[in-house]
């Protein structure tokens, strides 16, 4: 499966905006979907990661209640909403695939796909 990421930018400390990432290639449904984060001169960390039919999503703590996950199987597209926007959001957001949904939250180096990854800039 290929994926790219779009919809990052430049917003306000406080404000919103919502990623996207779509794939090709492959069944994107059987794949399980998620996001990380890389901010400059630190590690890549997961962010939210949502299930093959979407029932199932799972946060870090330092976007639970400000980002929703979401995916439209029709569409071959994973999104993650972010609201209320710290600058300590900033970083290059990448989408993952996995078929395994464990792996996902907990195993970046064994995902099946990466995206070339959007920068998100909060200013404050």
């Known amino acids: 499966v290929q994926l790219v990421e779009s919809g990052g930018g430049l917003v306000q400390a406080g404000g919103s905006l919502r990623i996207a990432c779509a794939a090709s290639g492959r069944t994107f449904s059987s794949y399980g979907m998620g996001w990380y984060r890389q901010a400059p001169g630190k590690e890549r960390e997961f962010v939210a990661a949502i299930s093959q039919s979407g029932d199932k999503t799972y946060y870090a703590d330092s976007v639970e209640g400000r980002f929703t996950i979401s995916r439209d199987n029709a569409k071959d597209t994973v999104y993650l909403q972010m609201n209320s926007l710290k600058p300590e959001d900033t970083a290059v957001y990448y989408c993952?695939?996995?078929?395994?949904?464990?792996?996902?939250?907990?195993?970046?180096?064994?995902?099946?796909?990466w995206g070339q990854g959007t920068l998100v800039t909060v200013s404050s």
């Open positions: 993952a695939a996995s078929r395994f949904m464990l792996l996902l939250r907990t195993t970046p180096n064994a995902l099946d796909a």
